[in-house]
């Protein structure tokens, strides 16, 4: 297996808990192929890795999460390597993080702009520190955001408020972020890594297989009525009595 951490990403795990760092902080961490390459294979791997449980995205120093698309990158591309890089990656870079069965965690811990937020976005949850700053600035580059954001940003504050972030590409700052819901909540900078922490080690010690099926089960709920999400929990279920796991945890309650 190659090293996990590179001259772009650095990954420790603690705790059941995997911390992956975007680590190009010269840059605002901002995305470039090798990143993007590196963050699928990472996904699989660490969702298959039984020494974890919960994973944290981060990125390096305390200036940026991620600064979205590497501009200088993209700067040099023709039209047509535009759009191959496109054609190669859309369909698994939208989703690399959304899929992962385990919980994920963002950790925004400064600029979370464009790509950066549509990784955000990707994460089930999010904490920020007081300093992020949080936008899709495609629009102002020619673009839109392409990488899930139009999709995903209406779903987690509603149409009208995404179509404003989006079609203006301001930038807003945490304490609006939390207020519209993109942020579960807002903590000092220094404050940012043991919250964190303290969330993802109250998931990640309860049983994996417990809490992969209730996310797979709510996240059905985001795309299906609710007749067919009932079923989707319902499918989540039984591998949860299957596993047995359920049965130690009852134990004590045994006469
Ligand atoms: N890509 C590459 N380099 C970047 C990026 C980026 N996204 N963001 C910042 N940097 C670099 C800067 O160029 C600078 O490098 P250098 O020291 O060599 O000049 C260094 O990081 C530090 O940045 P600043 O000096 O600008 O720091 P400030 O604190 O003044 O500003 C900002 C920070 C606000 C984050 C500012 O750097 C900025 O606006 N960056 C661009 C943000 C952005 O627009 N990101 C892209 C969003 S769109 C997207 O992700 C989808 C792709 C859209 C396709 C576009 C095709 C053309």
Known sequence: MPARTTDVKTVEITDGVAVVTFNRPQVMNALNIQLREEIMQLAHELDADPAV??????????KAFCAGADLK?????STDEMYNERRFFRNKWVNAIANIAKPTIAAINGYCLGGGLEVALQCDLRIAS???KFGLPEVTLGFLPGAGGTQRLPRAIGLQKAKEMI????????AEAERLGIVLRVVPLSELFPAVMELAR?????????VIQAKIAMNASQE???SGGIQ???????PCLLSDTWKAKLERFKD
Do not use: C, Y
């Open 232 to 238: 989707a929990e319902n499918e989540a279920w039984l």
């Open 167 to 174: 079609l203006t590409g301001k930038h807003i700052d945490a």
């Open 202 to 210: 109250s998931i990640a010690k309860n049983p994996r297989i417990a």
């Open 130 to 132: 007081d300093n992020a």
């Open 224 to 226: 299906t009525m609710l």
């Open 53 to 62: 449980s919960v994973i944290v995205f981060t990125g390096a120093g305390d």
């Open 73 to 77: 990158e993209r700067g040099q591309r």
